[in-house]
């Protein structure tokens, strides 16, 4: 047995929001369960209304948020359910942990400029936040610190989604990551 195959890995998607972190993690999740890979999908959303209800958006809630579904991750990892994950991260060193702790941690940075990211604004929230509504709000009046060595940056003003689906899984692939 591999060591591939002790465990599973996480795909965690980093980016500013409206990157295209969520719309990239559903069609990964899509792309896996369609060859048969077992794997769950954690988005900040759904995270943050369950998993870190109560969090707010302070440096260390935003880390706790991170740590707990790194954790959750592990726990699924451990038991071969590969995880995938969109959740904004915006610290380096938060990331650096996960790296240390998850086997099969694979960083990948959902690069899209703050001003595209603006321009989509599929939740309204650069809108309120430059508006001075939100405060700290990542990439606006909160720092976000991209990935300094992400294993895969996929750029989603440049490729498609299907594209940005396909590196991630040639890059699984190469890694041992997929049985073909």
């Not at 465990?7 to 369960?33: D, I, P, R, V, Y």
């Not at 959303?45 to 935003?62: A, C, M, P």
């Amino acid at each position: 047995m591999t060591p591939h195959q002790r465990h599973g890995f996480t795909c965690w998607l980093t980016g500013l929001s409206g990157a295209g972190k969520s719309t990239l993690a559903l069609a990964l999740n899509e792309a896996l369960q369609a060859r048969q890979v077992a794997c769950e999908l954690l988005d900040g959303d759904v995270v943050r209304t369950n998993l870190s209800k109560g969090l707010g958006f302070s440096k260390e809630d935003r880390d706790t948020n991170v740590l707990r579904v790194g954790f959750v991750c592990g726990l699924l990892n451990k038991h071969q359910v590969n995880t995938i994950v969109a959740l904004i991260s915006p610290y380096q060193a938060t990331r650096d942990k996960l790296r240390d702790f998850l086997p099969g941690f694979i960083e990948i940075y959902v690069n899209c400029s703050l001003e595209v990211c603006i321009q989509r604004d599929p939740k309204g929230l650069y809108k309120k936040a430059l508006a001075g509504e939100i405060p700290k709000f990542t990439g606006i009046s909160d720092p976000y610190e991209a990935p300094i060595a992400p294993d895969i940056v996929v750029d989603t003003e440049r490729f498609t989604v299907e594209e940005s689906v396909q590196q991630i899984l040639g890059y699984l692939s190469e890694n041992g990551w997929l049985r073909e």
